[in-house]
């Protein structure tokens, strides 16, 4: 439970707040999304990354990668000791991948909103490894 | 929290535990030098101060710290045809 839901049940408990106003708060705490699937997300704690040998392979080479979302966040926070003379070399080695991205433009915000979103992401790749990114 | 142990493990057993080592003294050792350098420091972001590094050099110590404090739950884990290698902080 949320420290938000938690304050307005209090505040009901305690009387300050009436039945109704306590509804309307919760309401107003309930992302759109969320409204719409009725299901709370859970928090997303790790990224995990997971490379198996496929059904055809030889290899039996596996790899188990299990990276915290606070520390991911902690690191990319170095991206900001990065030099300016080096974003131009950063944008250049982007664009050849195909990223148009500017790294000038990227900031602590961005950071965060890429983290956030990491809890909706799964990547499922099978060919002669199977190869699966999520969250959990 | 800070992990305080590290599951190390490099062996051609699959099956092997590896081990336990006790990270914890390593931070006291890394803490003690972070310590012995925050006057440096100190001079080195004054001095870089009006060229804007000097505020990145104060952010080293907190963003360093930061790193170190989520370090916990980390699972790395390769298993090869010949080797099986694992780092785990506890």
Redesign the interface.
């Known amino acids: 439970m949320s420290d938000e839901r938690k304050k307005i049940l209090d505040m009901l408990q305690k009387g300050k707040i009436t039945v109704e106003e306590a509804e309307k708060l919760l309401a107003a705490l309930v992302s759109p999304e969320e409204t719409k699937s009725g299901v709370e997300k859970p928090a997303c704690?790790?990224l995990k990354v997971i490379v198996e040998p496929g059904p055809q392979s030889e290899?039996?080479?596996?790899?188990?990668?299990?990276?915290?979302i606070?520390?991911i966040?902690?690191?990319l926070?170095?991206a900001?000791?990065v030099p300016k003379h080096a974003h131009a070399s950063i944008n250049q080695a982007l664009h050849e991948k195909g990223i148009e991205m500017d790294f000038n433009q990227f900031t602590q915000q961005d950071i965060e909103d890429l983290v956030s979103q990491l809890s909706d992401l799964t990547v499922e790749v099978e060919g002669k490894e199977k190869v699966r990114i999520c969250c959990e | 929290m800070i992990p305080m142990l590290m599951r190390l493990k490099v062996s051609r057993n699959p099956k092997a535990r590896g081990l336990l080592l006790p990270v914890f003294l390593v931070w006291i050792l890394l803490f003690a030098l972070m310590l012995v350098l925050l006057p440096f420091v100190l001079v080195a972001a004054l001095i870089t101060w009006p060229s804007g590094q000097g505020k990145w050099l104060l952010l080293t110590y907190p963003m360093l710290i930061s790193v170190l404090f989520h370090l916990s739950g980390l699972h790395i884990e390769v298993e090869g045809r010949d080797e099986n290698v694992l780092i785990a902080f506890l």
């Not at chain 1, 290899?59 to 915290?68: G, K, T, Y």
């Open positions: 704690k790790y290899d039996r080479e596996r790899v188990n990668i299990r990276v915290p606070k520390l966040r902690a690191g926070k170095f900001a000791f």
